[in-house]
């Protein structure tokens, strides 16, 4: 993996390094001349003596739908902490386009500059309507309590009918979301992230749980997603993961085991002992 050009730099799209937690990125700039909206260079992160991560090196282009599958206990869930902020790597960059290194930025400045994160329990707000979240969602970067009151323009409740479509809850637009089901708040909650318009989405096995016709309108949701936007799907759910998958990643040990196809994956004997075969 080729490191960012400006690796070396102290990034320029921040704020200031010293700023408060809120303090806002410049993302309209982000530089993707080499293709790849996000790199993680030789990332190690030790808990207590474990290696949560063992010098993981990693890659994502941009509008890529990347597949990361392994074993509990991998390092899948600390290498989504480590993208978003929530874990600082003991070693090791990452970085968001070429210049903006995501390890001098907070969780807030990170989820600003365009990286959005679904965890794998839905976080809706119940006792508002489907519509209400969405529309919460879209003014989450202003102050709340303007932005609560002001009336949406017609260029916003169109936006809203688009991503209404786009994760099919038009029927549900006025239900209240507590009511929705698993697999809808699932869908709600991905529309809520859309809403802010990231430039990444890392996704936690956002299938668990979901019936058979849901699962199958997620995979349709996310290829539709692919290109406009760059997801990082980690799921346990192999039968997913084939309807979706371009290229697959596999984590054993904070390490990446094996890297490809689908098919090529599957048929990888070291994948096969640490992970499928079981």
Same mark, same amino acid.
């Given at each position: 993996?080729?490191?960012?050009? #400006?690796?070396?730099?102290?990034?320029?799209?921040?704020?200031?390094?010293?700023?408060?937690?809120?303090?806002?990125?410049?993302?309209?700039?982000?530089?993707?001349?080499?293709?790849?909206?996000?790199?993680?260079?030789?990332?190690?992160?030790?808990?207590?003596?474990?290696?949560?991560?063992?010098?993981?090196?990693?890659?994502?282009?941009?509008?890529?739908?990347?597949?990361?599958?392994?074993p509990n206990g991998a390092g899948k869930t600390t290498m989504m902490d480590v993208i978003t902020g929530k874990t600082r790597p003991?070693?090791?960059q990452v970085f968001f386009g070429q210049t903006i290194d995501l390890t001098r930025l907070s969780e807030a400045q990170i989820a600003?500059?365009?990286?959005?994160?679904?965890?794998?329990?839905?976080?809706?707000?119940?006792?508002?309507?489907?519509?209400?979240?969405?529309?919460?969602?879209?003014?989450?970067?202003?102050?709340?309590?303007?932005?609560?009151?002001?009336?949406?323009?017609?260029?916003?409740?169109?936006?809203?009918?688009?991503?209404?479509?786009?994760?099919?809850?038009?029927?549900?637009?006025?239900?209240?979301?507590?009511?929705?089901?698993?697999?809808?708040?699932?869908?709600?909650?991905?529309?809520?992230?859309?809403?802010?318009?990231?430039?990444?989405?890392?996704?936690?096995?956002?299938?668990?749980?979901?019936?058979?016709?849901?699962?199958?309108?997620?995979?349709?949701?996310?290829?539709?997603?692919?290109?406009?936007?760059?997801?990082?799907?980690?799921? #346990?759910?192999?039968?997913?993961?084939?309807?979706?998958?371009?290229?697959?990643?596999?984590?054993?040990?904070?390490?990446?085991?094996?890297?490809?196809?689908?098919?090529?994956?599957?048929?990888?004997?070291?994948?096969?002992?640490?992970?499928?075969?079981?």
């Amino acid at each position: 993996m080729n490191a960012p050009a #400006h690796a070396t730099h102290a990034t320029h799209a921040t704020a200031g390094v010293g700023d408060t937690a809120g303090a806002r990125v410049v993302t309209d700039a982000l530089d993707t001349t080499h293709g790849a909206v996000l790199y993680l260079d030789d990332i190690t992160v030790s808990f207590d003596g474990f290696k949560a991560l063992n010098k993981l090196t990693l890659d994502i282009d941009v509008g890529e739908l990347r597949c990361v599958i392994g074993p509990n206990g991998a390092g899948k869930t600390t290498m989504m902490d480590v993208i978003t902020g929530k874990t600082r790597p003991d070693n090791g960059q990452v970085f968001f386009g070429q210049t903006i290194d995501l390890t001098r930025l907070s969780e807030a400045q990170i989820a600003h500059a365009g990286i959005g994160r679904k965890f794998q329990k839905p976080t809706v707000f119940e006792h508002h309507t489907v519509f209400e979240n969405l529309e919460l969602a879209m003014k989450a970067d202003k102050r709340v309590r303007q932005s609560l009151f002001a009336r949406l323009s017609s260029e916003q409740r169109d936006r809203i009918a688009e991503m209404l479509r786009q994760i099919r809850l038009t029927d549900s637009a006025d239900r209240e979301a507590g009511l929705l089901s698993h697999g809808q708040k699932q869908w709600l909650e991905i529309g809520m992230l859309l809403m802010q318009e990231p430039k990444l989405l890392l996704l936690d096995e956002p299938v668990a749980g979901m019936s058979d016709d849901e699962t199958e309108r997620t995979a349709e949701l996310f290829l539709s997603l692919a290109g406009k936007h760059s997801l990082v799907v980690v799921e #346990h759910d192999m039968a997913f993961v084939e309807i979706i998958a371009r290229k697959v990643t596999v984590l054993h040990e904070g390490s990446v085991l094996a890297e490809g196809k689908m098919s090529d994956v599957q048929n990888d004997q070291r994948v096969i002992e640490v992970y499928l075969g079981r």
